[in-house]
Nanobody
């Protein structure tokens, strides 16, 4: 069983930065890809970024390219999402997610509990 625990959300002004962390546990093959999704009020959950556990490949939504960076620390079993140049439209609950080997990074198998990010204008 994979467990994902997020931290690092909060309130920031437009143009500010935040770093989200996701501590992962469980079999490595069950968390082959780790990613971040977000859900704003009244909107569907959307993909933000993902990284393979080997950290060889990263993927980003167009809306965050150039502003967000996803990275992993294998020794700490932790994946990070560095968010810079934040905009009010980045306000959402951010969820860490894990995909097993063979699963799509866009349809993960496991989810964290979510952490709120609020960007004030």
């Amino acid at each position: 069983q994979v467990q994902l625990v997020e931290s690092g959300g909060g309130l920031v002004h437009t143009g500010g930065s935040l770093r989200l962390s996701c501590a992962a546990s469980g079999p490595t093959f069950s968390r082959n890809v780790l990613g971040w999704f977000r859900q704003a009020p009244g909107k569907e959950r959307e993909f933000v970024a993902a990284v393979t556990w080997s950290a060889s490949y990263t993927y980003y939504a167009d809306s965050v390219k150039g502003r967000f960076t996803i990275s992993g620390d294998n020794a700490k079993n932790t994946v990070y999402l560095q968010m810079n140049s934040l905009k009010p439209e980045d306000t959402a609950v951010y969820y860490c997610a894990a995909s097993r080997v063979g699963s799509s990074r866009y349809k993960p198998d496991y989810w964290g509990q979510g952490t709120q990010v609020t960007v004030s204008s």
